[in-house]
């Protein structure tokens, strides 16, 4: 999914809010409230743009764990201070990040 | 207690939480992509960040360089330039070979070593027939008769220098070179990299 985001964002995110927009007409066409939908979208929005921005280098790093401690990291050379020469993807390879 | 789930489920409150989530995230993705392209430098074609892992960057540009470039060290430890497009401001792509001419003496100063690594546009290696995605100063790179080294990238073999060649991704791709302890010309912003020429 991540790779998918990364690769094709502006399709990707036209699938989500058009998933969402859906949603929401199904919501009408049954003649149900949209109030509470909306109240609690309307919340959660800042919120969890703050708490993206907040936690992103936790998500990023753990993110780097999980793939080194998966796959190893991959035999490149690499410095004893850099923690991530690499980030790794299938089939066999790495992403270069650090 | 099940009364109480049953009317959450359809109130729309649990569909609110996710849609405000999803477009939390699809907010933040926007805006920390504003700021970290605020934050690069772009010369020749490679782009730059200075600010990447410093202490006290703030909420926001943490993140957003994080995002960037993720995991790397400061720039005192390593420079880092990433580069998607040639000299010429067209998007690398494996159809097309390329050059990366160093004058002489014009190799990444460093103390440590440095490395040019070949990636999909999103930054993950492709398996290739060489087996290998990257060089660096120890791959034994040829010099020309005046000293300059050119490396060669392109996703078939060349028919020489093939110590020089760095196979490239048969789509778009990208570039990244990497100078561990950078050298004081770098250090100072006084050393450039040289532009990435389309020659087939």
Redesign the interface.
């Known amino acids: 999914m991540n790779r998918l985001f990364l690769k094709y964002p502006y399709p990707t995110s036209a699938v989500i809010l058009l998933i969402f927009a859906w949603v929401v007409t199904q919501r009408l066409a049954r003649g149900d409230s949209l109030v509470l939908l909306v109240v609690t979208a309307v919340i959660v929005w800042p919120i969890g743009v703050f708490v993206f921005f907040y936690f992103w280098p936790q998500i990023t790093v753990g993110g780097f764990k999980r793939a080194i401690v998966k796959r190893g990291l991959g035999g490149a050379r690499f410095p004893s201070t850099s923690c991530t020469p690499c980030r790794i993807a299938p089939p066999s390879p790495l992403r270069a990040a650090a | 207690m099940g009364a109480f789930l049953s009317w959450l489920a359809?109130?729309?409150?649990v569909?609110?939480?996710i849609?405000?989530?999803?477009?939390?995230?699809?907010?933040?993705?926007l805006?920390?992509g504003v700021v970290a392209k605020a934050e690069t430098t772009t010369v020749n074609g490679w782009s730059s960040i200075r600010r990447a892992g410093q202490p006290g960057n703030g909420?926001?540009v943490?993140?957003a360089l994080?995002?960037a470039?993720?995991?790397?060290?400061v720039f005192e430890?390593?420079a880092?330039w990433t580069a998607s497009v040639d000299g010429a401001g067209k998007k690398l792509n494996g159809e097309h070979a390329y050059r990366l001419h160093f004058p002489p003496g014009h190799l990444p100063p460093h103390d440590?070593?440095w490395?040019l690594?070949a990636?999909d546009?999103?930054?993950?290696?492709?398996?290739n027939p060489a087996g290998r995605?990257?060089v660096?100063d120890?791959s034994g790179l040829v010099s020309n008769p005046d000293g300059s080294v050119d490396i060669l990238l392109q996703p078939q073999a060349p028919g020489g220098q093939a110590q020089n060649w760095l196979p490239t991704p048969t789509g778009r791709f990208k570039l990244?070179l990497r100078a561990?302890?950078p050298g004081v010309d770098i250090m100072n912003g006084s050393y450039d990299v040289p532009p990435v020429v389309m020659v087939a």
């Open positions: 359809s109130s729309g409150v569909q609110g939480v849609i405000g989530a999803a477009l939390a995230f699809l907010t933040t993705i805006i920390l909420l926001l943490r993140a994080q995002k470039l993720p995991v790397v060290n430890e390593a880092y440590a070593f490395s690594t990636t546009t999103i930054g993950y290696m492709v398996s995605s990257s660096d120890h990244m561990y302890l």
